[in-house]
């Protein structure tokens, strides 16, 4: 397993960096791939916190998977993909 995502490590790092977490803002490399695997594994961790995607921060060798995985994530979150709230 990589330790660039899906890392087992990562909210536990969060936890002890930041205490209690409300939000988090998630961008990076191959949005298909590391982006959306840490975006379902932080909900997972962080079940009331609000997770946002900043689109506008993320890429993906693959266009078409790009654009895939951000309607993915924006149906798993309460956020727009751009980081603006949609409520």
């Known amino acids: ?3 660039c995502f ?5 909210p536990v790092l969060i936890k002890e960096i930041c205490g209690k977490v409300e939000e988090i803002e998630i961008c990076g490399v191959v949005t298909n791939l590391c982006v959306l695997s ?3 594994m932080l909900q997972s961790h962080f079940k009331d916190a609000e997770i946002r995607i900043i689109e506008k921060l993320c890429a ?3 266009e078409t998977m790009h654009i895939k ?3 993915v994530l924006k149906s798993r979150t309460e956020a727009d993909a751009d ?3 949609s409520k």
């Open 83 to 85: 980081g603006t709230d």
């Open 69 to 71: 995985a951000i309607d």
């Open 60 to 62: 993906s060798n693959d």
């Open 38 to 40: 840490n975006a379902v």
């Open 1 to 3: 397993a990589k330790s």
């Open 6 to 10: 899906g890392s087992k490590d990562l």
